[in-house]
């Protein structure tokens, strides 16, 4: 059984069976004692495992600084400063009716005209021109009901990155794989696309949430198109596996599915958002599931990353994760919607404060400061382990939230995913 | 002696991982790189070392304790080698142990005698 204490005020110290890890929240420094040492700790200092642990950097010395603070010193600028891809939103028209779909779907709104999708495009290559990459994503709505705003869009951003001297685009779709035609899968191929179908798990699962708009489920057909797409080898084909009621539980076993069934070998896990003001799963158990269906994929040659990935690289590389509103290089992936408007967070397309014109953005760079995230906003953070692989409720969490207090399952999520990745040294993924 | 975590700066994702959080199809493109990169460096290693290819070997995944085991048959001498790597010094034991035992248990069910070595 494990036990959280703090040790010298500012060190945490986890004991399992009379082992204990180390961690400092706000360096990422961790460590582990076998039992002996675990004894010697406990012995008045100066002792040879405080000697020790000194010689690593854990030292009882020192004040304990203010965690929050000392975590803002070490990141670097929240602030991104360019737009590097676009999440574009053809269409709110889709052909099957999710229950917890974040996007309005068949509103009756306008889907994005072809002028329109220029205008983006000129947009994204504009402001990165002479850079290595731009990425797309062609999104929904389910996108491939507008297939030929895709392929109008994908022969201009050839062109484009041309003029604009960028040097690849990187194009992904995520789709829900109940239609494919073979024209649409040739053009996949053509343009080197990752493909991302959200699928929830076998029939039984999956039709809990995910029907086509008449009611019917759609397995056997998203089934045959994952074949399709699977044996096209030059395509890199992905599931975007969401946790809901109907698989929390069963995670193991749907990701097994997944890979045994269907050939998906990367699997990403979606994150949940506390739509409707919280979380609606229990973290701790997420945490936990999410780990178990990790070592799932693994062992079956299989990848799977989910938000849980961001503790075991934090800890390995000593670095904090806490950005999730911009990329590792300080640039932003926004959406792009009907009416050439961007919002900055590409799940949320409805928040007023995230909602620009093309021209705001261009004339107002300092605009894309909307979405950075507040490290660290309540004192309590600064109490917690995860501090610098949380780093608090990002800014469209606080808003969906209502305020600055994270939601008690997203902490109890983060918290435990610390304690598991701890615990696991092994560096398999 | 405590044992500080290994520092690991080649996660099979290079991208930061929260990148891919809203942006659900990104991380595909990482396969062919990081199973590129594998290829090269494996290559690079077969310069620096005298090998011979380990065939039929298989990586055992624990939880509990968390750790690996690569079971392999030695390709040269009528064994098997047993290699555990655990999240601490004491979780490799136990899984090296375990995975030691296992194929013990397994060479017994099979009527394969055990030689004590030399």
Redesign the interface.
Known sequence: MAATRLLWGKYFQYDRDG?A??LDPVAL???????R?VTDLSAVSPTA?HD??AE?G?TPDGPAADRREALRNLVLDPTPHRIS?L?IVLTDRCNMACTYCFVDTNSGKPDMTEEELAEGLRYLFEENAGQDEV?I?WFGGEPTIRFDLMQYGDELADRLAVEHQVKRV?R???TNGARLTDEALNHFIRYEY???I?IDGPPDINSANRLLLGGQPADTRIRGNVQRLVGADEL???C?LTPTAANIGRLAETVAWIIDTLGLK?I?V??PIPTGGRWRVNGRDLAREL??AR?VA??KGG?L???L??A??A????RP?L??HM??DGTL?AAYLPGKRVSL???NFTEPDFLFTLNELRHHPEVLGTVTKRIAPIPACGDCPALAICGGPSRNEQLLIGGDTPDPEMCAFYTETVEIA???????? | MPTPRRTKTDHLIHADVVDSKSKAGVWMGERASFQDKQRQILEGLKDALNWVPLEGAIMAISTAPAGITVIAPNPTLPGLIVLADGGSPAASALLQANGEDLVRQVMSDLGIAEEAAA
Not at chain 1, 29 to 35: E, G, H, Q, T
């Open positions: 082992e890890a180390l420094n961790s460590c582990y004692l076998d039992r040492e495992t020790a642990l690593l854990f891809g999440r990425s994503q990187r992904t779709v995520v990752g493909v991302g959200s890199h084909v992905g975007n990367f990403y979606n994150t780990y178990e070592l693994l062992s990848l990353f989910s938000v990935d961001r075991f690289q800890l390995d590389t000593r994760m950005f999730d990329q590792g992936n967070c590409d799940i701890l615990w696991d040294n092994t560096g398999v993924q």
